[in-house]
């Protein structure tokens, strides 16, 4: 097989979402991942954050909904599923104590089970707007 000539890896991953300090305290203070930068963009009415997750960067765009010019975006359909972004997947070591910690903070989780093909444990929970979330061990 070619090796890939001009992709390294995977930079960041963008959500937008409907709640920017609702999902700014659920990344940063439920999950831990750690800030690299925060940014108002008055232009465009929105918020930045970046955030970093082992070797990748998460931005989240949104709003926040105390301002006078919030505009909620639309629903993320989820069933039948929408084309575009099916969910993000977290490796994790120990499931069971992340599942744990998550639930001690209000996260549900659906049962650990294991991936069909792989063989590894696995299992999902949500962002604040239901954008599927998925641990991976």
């Known amino acids: 097989m070619e090796e890939n000539m001009f992709l390294n890896t995977v930079h960041h991953v963008a959500i937008i979402v409907s ?10 203070n439920k999950l831990g991942f750690e800030i690299i930068r925060e940014n108002h963009r008055p232009e465009r ?9 082992g070797d990748i960067e998460l931005e989240i765009f949104g709003n926040k909904t105390s301002d006078s010019n919030y505009v909620e975006p639309p629903k ?8 575009g972004l099916r969910h993000l997947a977290f490796r994790v070591t120990n499931i069971e104590e992340v599942v744990k910690s998550l639930e001690e903070k209000g996260i549900p ?4 089970r294991k991936d ?8 999902f929970f949500a962002d604040p707007d239901g ?3 998925e641990l991976h061990e």
């Open 131 to 133: 954008l599927p979330l």
């Open 76 to 83: 993320r359909p989820s069933y039948p599923e929408a084309c």
């Open 116 to 123: 069909t093909f792989t063989g590894e444990k696995m299992t």
């Open 19 to 28: 709640d920017y300090e609702l999902s700014r305290d659920f990344y940063v």
């Open 45 to 53: 009415h929105d918020y930045k954050l970046d955030l970093r997750c």
């Open 109 to 112: 989780c659906q049962p650990i």
